[in-house]
T-cell receptor
Framework: EPEVTQTPSHQVTQMGQEVILRCVPISNHLYFYWYRQILGQKVEFLVSFYNNEISEKSEIFDDQFSVERPDGSNFTLKIRSTKLEDSAMYFCASSKEVGETQYFGPGTRLLVL | KQEVTQIPAALSVPEGENLVLNCSFT??????LQWFRQDPGKGLTSLLL?????REQTSGRLNASLDKSSGRSTLYIAASQPGDSATYLCAVGRGGGADGLTFGKGTHLIIQP
């Protein structure tokens, strides 16, 4: 069964460094999402992406964040200058159409020191 | 702003019992509602999606209902098994181009063998 995959599974970085989190959505899906979950807290929506542009973003998704679909399979989240509070599990998700089931990847655990 | 609440926060029951998990949301103008399970340190597994026009959805031992006007959904698990132990998350979608899901904090379920 097709799955959303994410790399790396874990990443440790120093405050102020740039990180890129990678995702491969399910191949025939058109809508892509990033969410994050700070330890012990709710899953929070960051951004959705369709047709090579952002379709919605939350208040969390400020100028330090960016997303890109660099080729036909990958979807990336870049954090330009990481802060301690960016430490969280980051989930990528995809859906075939808007309003349909969103399928989540296993997540990347980011630790900012 | 949409708020999603899940009650109870934690639940421990003996194997074989039927149980109900509750989800409530403050804004009834939703497009759909999705139930997920999350195992410790893992990603989210989609269980059921209910569109706003539907009243319930069933998958195996799981049945989810939606009462949009009262802002409530329930997840019914029949004949619980130890393998059902996980955190169950409820998430609502607003639709209308706003694709991001708003999550509850979850119900942590333990099924005692």
């Amino acid at each position: 069964e097709p799955e959303v995959t994410q790399t790396p599974s874990h990443q440790v970085t120093q405050m102020g460094q740039e990180v890129i989190l990678r995702c491969v959505p399910i191949s025939n899906h058109l809508y892509f999402y990033w969410y994050r979950q700070i330890l012990g807290q709710k899953v929070e929506f960051l951004v959705s992406f369709y047709n090579n542009e952002i379709s919605e973003k939350s208040e969390i998704f400020d100028d330090q964040f960016s997303v890109e679909r660099p080729d036909g399979s990958n979807f990336t989240l870049k954090i330009r200058s990481t802060k301690l509070e960016d430490s969280a599990m980051y989930f990528c998700a995809s859906s075939k159409e808007v309003g349909e089931t969103q399928y989540f990847g296993p997540g990347t655990r980011l630790l900012v020191l | 702003k949409q708020e999603v609440t899940q009650i109870p926060a934690a639940l421990s029951v003996p194997e074989g019992e039927n149980l109900v998990l509750n989800c409530s949301f403050t804004d009834s103008a939703i497009y759909n509602l999705q139930w997920f399970r999350q195992d410790p340190g893992k990603g989210l597994t989609s269980l059921l999606l209910i569109q706003s026009s539907q009243r319930e959805q069933t998958s195996g031992r799981l049945n989810a209902s939606l009462d949009k006007s009262s802002g409530r959904s329930t997840l019914y698990i029949a004949a619980s098994q130890p393998g059902d132990s996980a955190t169950y998350l409820c998430a609502v979608g607003r639709g209308g181009g706003a694709d991001g899901l708003t999550f509850g904090k979850g119900t942590h379920l333990i099924i005692q063998p």
